[in-house]
């Protein structure tokens, strides 16, 4: 299945200095009992423009708060929204820290009354910070857990400096808790810098960070709780200061434990009162990453599992932090990919974004589940999105994933693929080993290349490969091929395929029964046929339609091919899908097999040459060849009746170019559009009636329904099928439209389909009006003719086969006689030699007899001794015998002795006592004197 194009969100606003200004995107939580939970809602902090709230689950613009023009943002906003207890009132808070023109924490906070008449109060603060030149890095809320109505809010600020320093400030800022540079930091601060921060709440830790070490938790807790609030755990993320490449077992993560209770700087606190540290942990080195890109590195936590995730630009990994030494869980590495984001959706899937497209990875299988291509992303206004696509937010419950381009906020919907946990606790059906199989992509080289060497052993398998020697034989094929691909040179590919399929004893390449292995196939048909995306497909449809066409046309390999049944749509279809990946191929529309061999031959003897071959069709895709043939016979049939008008009146003295511009330079003739629609037409035959039926109707309009039914009328009459044994048959308009002949069963049946295709309301909408009739429009009558005609045909039909009937009830008993009769074992071979050799020479001229009866032409053998007016032949050889039972073959001259095996001669006696015996009881015998 194809990920369906994203809907945006919003438009944001263009930083100020377009050059160097940012963006930046976090989160809204809502406050209750000091619990915080995550908001449908985003904040955005756009440098010298503003800070704008946007909800995402009904698209809209909440609420906008004005900045200076020289402002730029150091690190990811964070607000909080509360419902006040007293009066109803929301509350929103939105912290942002500014690095220009100084460093600062500003707080916009905005109340809006319950009963919405008023305009909402917005003020805002500003905390400057004078005891660090490091920009911050982290903003976020620590719930304080005292609640004194709304002289106090619930919660604090921590802010988290580049180089270490941790600051809690209360939530106007307008008091400083404390800020201290903890002593585990100040050994990393000289070699380190403080790249992410993650606050998760003690309640969330217990379930999954502190599941298996409880020591941790209680070191978490420690004495501090005197209000009986929870503390929030701080997670600071390091890496080496100054390098470009930056190895994984140089990242250090550490654990602290932040209380909820502060107490002011007055007071004199050691630093584990105010920062707990509870544990380093470094990440463990991955032996195939060498060195990842520091520009590249995005880290995020998720709570709910302790997973550490990180991204860059060849793929993702995810570290257990809650084992006692961390566990690289899961993996996905594409090295030859460049992701712009890759964001974590579930604890086996991933959504990423590359150069070509965006797309579902299954990281336990290394599979894509959903792709679309870049191009298809657009903005608002229709047009394709420009800029990397950077992934923000995954929503589980509302199944989305909010991502920017440029400056677009986009949405993809994800909800087919992963549905939102339901009460009855079932966990949800994802990294199924089913919807992997068919879409690994373990590495991004061709599924056909043998210079991967980590592949290389499966190839071999897969390829039938058993010996060095014939995997530098395949190697020599696949660089023929590619080279012969490029150059675009039909010969060079057939010489190529001939080399390397063609056995040392034999010259001709294999043919129908000898097995050839459909792996090498399948290469070969990647190369002839390739996928382009449709030029008229709508942008803002779901997904764009990919359309097939046929690159080069080799004629041996392609006849060959053909030969085997291995030139099929399903095998085009499987050869593409394996060349296009990682991407995830579209569904081909219906009749793009037929329309690219159309296309790549208007004489369409690539398409009859496929037809004609053992593979099997669609039903589908035979109805639009039929669609094809059709609109092709039309043409050429309008064509030869204005060329034929036009040379009757004399516009014209050469004909062929007459007929050339009506035809517009196409040089398929009738005859190859006549074979096309009878080899379509016994195709399409051998599907069932109600698949048949339902493809017709889809793919062909009524004239064209029509128009087959006039082609199957024609051969229906010109094979006799509805004219009596004394009329001369119909002379047909050319012999082309018979050829290839088709059966009366085909005809009968093809017509029953068109019939039903067209349906009653079809041919009650045919029946012209009174007023039609009475003015003698063209149209009436040609309908009008039409079913006149079929009901004259269906008359003739049911007269044939009453007098069948007729005449199978005069010859019963002739027919019965001849069931009966059985070839004898004596006249086997011999006998049946002796017979066609006296039936190919007939002998004298009086043995044979010409005769001429309804117009027919038949010829008479008697047998020697008949009379030449054929009495003694027909009394002789023409009566059945009275019991109507077979005479027994006559009797052996000869018989075997069964004691000794000697065969010996019977006597006169002995064979007139067994032809005795051999009579019947009722016989007639004729005497000659």
């Keep these: 299945m194809d990920l369906q194009t994203p809907s945006v969100l919003a438009q944001l606003p263009r930083p100020l200095h377009a050059s160097t200004g940012k963006t930046r995107i976090g989160d809204v939580f809502s406050l209750a009992d000091a619990k915080k939970r995550k908001r449908y809602e985003v904040a955005v902090a756009i440098d010298g423009e503003a800070v704008n709230i946007y909800n995402v689950q009904t698209p809209k613009l909440v609420t906008s708060y004005a900045v200076p023009p020289q402002s730029t943002f150091s690190c990811r906003p964070c607000s909080v929204r509360r419902k006040l207890s007293k009066d109803s009132t929301v509350k929103r808070q939105t912290y942002a820290a500014v690095n220009k023109p100084e460093h600062q924490i500003k707080c916009f906070v905005e109340e809006i009354s319950s009963t919405g008449s008023n305009a909402p109060a917005i003020s805002s603060s500003t905390a400057t910070v004078a005891d660090s030149s490091s920009p911050t890095t982290f903003v976020g809320i620590v719930p304080s857990g005292t609640d004194d109505g709304e002289s106090t809010d619930p919660f604090d600020i921590l802010a988290v400096h580049q180089d270490g320093l941790v600051r809690r400030m209360s939530s106007d800022l307008k008091s400083e808790r404390w800020s201290l540079k903890h002593s585990e930091v100040a050994k990393l601060c000289s070699t380190h810098r403080i790249h992410s921060c993650f606050l998760v709440e003690f309640d969330d830790a217990k379930k999954a960070l502190f599941k298996r070490r409880q020591d941790l938790a209680a070191l978490a807790l420690g004495d501090l709780t005197t209000s009986g609030a929870e503390p929030s755990i701080l997670l600071l993320v390091s890496h080496p200061a100054g390098n470009d490449e930056i190895e994984l077992k140089d990242v250090s993560v550490q654990m602290f434990s932040v209380p909820a209770d502060a107490q002011p700087q007055s007071i004199a606190l050691d630093e584990s009162q105010r920062l707990r540290h509870l544990q380093t942990i470094h990440i463990p080195d991955l032996s195939e990453l060498k060195g990842i890109s520091s520009s590249s590195m995005h880290w995020n936590f998720h709570s709910g599992s302790a997973g550490l995730n990180l991204s860059f630009e060849n793929g993702f990994l995810n570290v257990d932090l809650s084992q006692y030494s961390p566990t690289l869980t899961s993996q996905f590495v594409l090295d030859d990919e460049r992701f712009s984001s890759i964001m974590r959706i579930s604890p086996q899937s991933v959504i990423g974004a590359s150069q070509s497209l965006v797309a579902v990875y299954d990281t336990q299988y290394q599979s894509v589940q959903r792709s679309i291509a870049v191009g298809d992303i657009v903005s608002g206004a229709g047009s394709t999105a420009e800029g990397p696509t950077v992934f923000i937010s995954y929503f589980a419950k509302l199944g989305i994933a909010v991502a920017t381009k440029g400056n677009t906020l986009i949405a993809f919907d994800l909800s087919s693929l992963h549905h939102a946990p339901s009460s009855s606790l079932k966990r949800s059906r994802d990294g199924l080993l089913i919807d992997a199989i068919g879409r690994g992509i373990g590495s991004s080289a061709s599924q056909w290349d ?34 012969a691909t490029k150059s675009k040179n039909p010969t060079l590919f057939d010489q190529a395929v001939s080399a390397y399929f063609r056995s040392d004893a034999s010259t001709s390449l294999p043919e129908r029964g000898q097995y050839v292995n459909p792996e090498a196939t399948l290469f070969l048909l990647s190369k002839i046929f390739a996928v382009q995306e449709s030029t008229l497909t709508d942008k803002v449809s779901a997904s764009s339609s990919s359309q097939l066409r046929v690159v080069m046309w080799p004629p041996i390999t392609c006849d060959w091919l053909i030969r085997l049944g291995h030139l099929s749509l399903d095998n085009v279809e499987i050869a593409l899908r394996r060349a296009c990946k990682p991407r995830i191929l579209q569904s081909l529309p219906t009749g793009s097999f037929v329309q690219a061999l159309v296309d790549s031959d208007p004489s369409l003897t690539h398409v009859n040459q496929v037809l004609e071959g053992p593979a099997l069709i669609s039903s589908d895709e035979l109805a639009y060849a039929l669609r094809i043939f059709l609109d092709q016979a039309r043409s050429r049939s309008g064509a030869l009746e204005e060329t034929a008008r036009a040379v009757t009146n004399g516009d014209v003295s050469t004909p062929t170019q007459e007929l050339s511009r009506h035809l517009g330079g196409e040089t398929a003739s009738l005859k190859d559009v006549l074979k096309g629609l009878n080899t379509s037409l016994q195709k399409i035959h051998s599907q069932p009636l109600p698949t048949l039926v339902q493809s017709l109707r889809s793919s062909l309009s009524r004239t064209d329904l029509i128009s087959m039914v006039h082609h199957l009328r024609l051969s229906l009459a010109f094979g006799g099928y509805t004219s009596r044994f004394t009329e001369n048959p119909p002379t047909p308009i050319t012999i082309d439209q018979i050829t290839p002949t088709l059966s009366l069963n085909t005809i009968i049946d093809l017509i029953t ?70 070839t004898s074992a004596t ?65 052996e001259h000869t018989k075997l002795k069964k004691s000794t095996g000697e065969t010996k001669n019977r006597t006169s006696r002995e064979i007139g006592y067994l032809r005795r015996k051999a009579v019947g009881k009722y016989s007639f015998e004729r005497l000659l004197v």
């Design 827 to 891: 006249t086997s071979a011999d006998a049946l030699a002796k017979i066609e050799t006296e039936t190919a020479t007939p002998g004298p001229s009086h043995l044979v007899r010409y005769e001429k009866l309804n117009g027919a032409d038949l010829m008479v053998f008697t047998r020697p001794g008949e009379g030449e007016d054929g009495y003694d032949g027909d009394a002789g050889g023409k009566l059945l015998p009275l019991s109507l039972k077979p005479g027994s073959a006559d009797v």
């Design 753 to 822: 389909a068109s019939v039903d295709a067209v349906g009653p309301s079809g041919w009650i909408s045919a029946l012209p009006a009174v007023n039609d009739l009475e003015n003698g429009s063209e149209f009436a009558s040609r309908e009008t003719e039409l079913i006149a005609d079929m009901k004259s045909e269906v008359s003739a039909a049911l007269a044939g086969v009453e007098e069948a009937t007729y005449l199978k009830g005069i010859l019963h008993e002739y027919l019965r006689f001849a069931d009966q009769v059985a």
């Design 450 to 483: 043998m210079g991967s060497k980590k592949h290389r052993f499966e190839n071999m398998a897969s390829l039938g490969l058993t010996s060095p020697e014939q995997m530098k034989k395949w190697k020599k094929l696949t660089q023929a091929v590619e080279d």
